[in-house]
């Protein structure tokens, strides 16, 4: 009974993951979703281990002014964050305590471990029309499992002020 059970319960995740894919597919074509990614000034992409990764559901991003907070949720459910902690344009290295990382994959946390884990590149910075241009590369590290991915990708977003 218990084979049974196990069998039925992989299935219907097989099964739900696959109308959310086509339910995605389907949303593209009828237009009630872009098919490429995002827009200027609301696009979080990444590719975390050979897949791609689009915030399609939804970004948050604020700035205090010194340093910004951007999430990215995507339609499966996958959440991509990242904390910049200087917004001069430049290059700074990403690790546990600077410019943090953390990929959510089906509830499994992945985040940066160590003093240098990759990089962040801040591109383009205009605090007046609050707008953010940046690039990044780092490993993210699952501490239960100990599997580390690797993660690409870009952000160009319009942020939100907070005091």
């Not at 995507?74 to 430049?90: H, K, P, R």
């Amino acid at each position: 009974m218990r084979h049974i059970n196990l069998i039925l319960l992989c299935t219907s995740l097989v099964t739900l993951a696959a109308c959310a894919k086509a339910g995605k597919k389907v949303a593209e074509e009828l237009g009630l979703v872009p098919s490429t990614c995002g827009t200027d000034g609301a696009r979080v992409q990444a590719e975390v281990d050979g897949a791609s990764f689009c915030a399609d559901a939804s970004i948050t991003a604020m700035s205090d002014g010194t340093s910004a907070s951007i999430t990215g949720i995507g339609l499966l459910g996958n959440t991509f964050s990242v904390q910049i902690d200087q917004l001069a344009v430049g290059t700074r290295t990403v690790s546990e305590a600077t410019n943090a990382i953390l990929f959510m994959s089906a509830g499994t946390p992945y985040v940066v471990v160590g003093d240098s884990a990759g990089w962040i590149a801040i591109d383009h910075h205009d605090a007046t029309a609050r707008r953010l241009k940046a690039r990044f590369q780092a490993t993210v590290h699952n501490e239960a499992s100990g599997r580390t991915k690797p993660v690409s990708g870009s952000v160009d977003v319009t942020y939100t002020r907070t005091e």
